[in-house]
């Protein structure tokens, strides 16, 4: 089977402090990857570098596309680029304000993204808004409001929403549930889970929670000062951690 | 129950495990190295129970976790169908968990707020099941558990022990496994749930199911399984 992702010998230095040195992995249509590690780890820094918000100094990030199979998108011209960042791509921001048009009603921000992709039919763009907001347990009353008069659990659903609509093949999220309530970050996991199993979706995350991992991810990735310690199949990962690393990360986690 | 005679051969065993060993090695406490197990040898036959039995701290649990995948196995093969769980990546024991294999753990760890019938039904979609044919399914087997209609729309998180365990093996029995992993499967169970779930574990032997139990329950034990294997014998302080 062709990965639909497979990233290389990624490098990536801040002038002389290490983003992250040799990371590698290889992602597969419908497997959510998760990537786990504490604050200055690189695990944002390798999913930047992924869907093309860095610019890695080193490494290849070769994506599966529909129309030319596996193409490095780091060697692709910028305007192919941003059409795989409309398409095919999206990315769930942890701050939903960073992904969505906070002066743009909930409508409009998903609308957008169609629009984006060539949809001009006003009443179907509207329907799809529509449908979408209760996808992601939004009132569709509430179509023409601001996101500004949301909450933040109802802000990221709709930043899931407007990322989703166009029916991406990848999803990239940088910590989706961080900053959210307990009671709303299941729900937001619940309602994720739902749409990566219907969808087939493939999408990594990049996370401190381990909680979150477990629940969403098929495999793991440990990651520490830049590099990759540890692989594996989640709950192996969690529950036989191989890596001293991973042994204390797992063993630090405070239990409800 | 018939002890003994272990005819499984490599063809027609549904799980071979051969010379299998496990260790442990503790990074953060002076990198001590724990053998828990060696030269581990096991086959079960499709439609055949296998209960494993020996003190608690034997290794029962370590080697079921280890043919789910979940634990690391230091060397050896583990084999179910056609996959060794020893050498597979990630994705093919991913594969074998949704068609092939199944476990019913003790506790159950699921996303909160999801309603119980969703949990149940949730193995089944994940196979491609249409929605309204797995929550039938799921419906069928929560009524067979006894699980109140009512609470079927709640998550199970909030349930009794004994609700959560009936809810788990809902789960866990939901798809048709061709190879079962109990672990203490009628712990928390009243007599009559008890015999629920023993025919539940008859009617997967008689369709074929390899199946692998812990049961301190020995009368359940006696019922339902076809051998019993020690594994003391199979933790590295015991010449193997």
Known sequence: MTPLLSVEGLNKTYGAHLGCRDVGLDLFPGEVLGIVGESGSGKTTV?????????????RVVFDTRAKGPRDVLTMSESERRMLGRTDWAFVHQNARDGLRM?????GNVGERLMAVGARNYGRIRQTAEDWLTRVEIDAARIDDRPTTFSGGMQQRLQIARNLVTGPRLVFMDEPTGGLDVSVQARLLDLLRGLVRDMGLSAIIV????????????RLLVMKSGEVVEHGLTDQVLDDPQHGYTQLLVSSVLQA | MTVGQDKGGKTDAMIEIENLSKTFTLHNQGGVVIRVMAGADLSVRAGECVALTGASGSGKSTLMRMIYGNYLAADGAIRVGDVDVARAAPREILALRRDTLGYVSQFLRVVPRVPTLDVVAEPLRRLGMRDDNARDRAA????????PEALWALSPTTFSGGEQQRVNIARGFAHPYPALLLDEPTA????????????????A???GAAIVGIFHDTEARDRVCNRIVDVTGFSSGHAA
Do not use: F, Q
Request: aromatic share 0%; proline share 2%; net charge negative.
């Open chain 1, 47 to 59: 999913l930047n570098c992924m869907a093309g918000h860095l610019v890695p100094d080193r490494g």
């Open chain 2, 140 to 147: 069928h087997l929560l009524i067979r558990l006894n699980i």
């Open chain 2, 188 to 203: 928390a169970l009243d007599a009559d749930n008890r015999a629920v779930v023993l025919d539940l574990i008859v009617e």
């Open chain 2, 205 to 207: 032997k008689v369709r």
């Open chain 1, 207 to 218: 996370t401190h929670d381990l909680a979150v991992v477990r629940l969403l991810a098929d």
């Open chain 1, 103 to 107: 002066g743009v009603s909930a409508g």
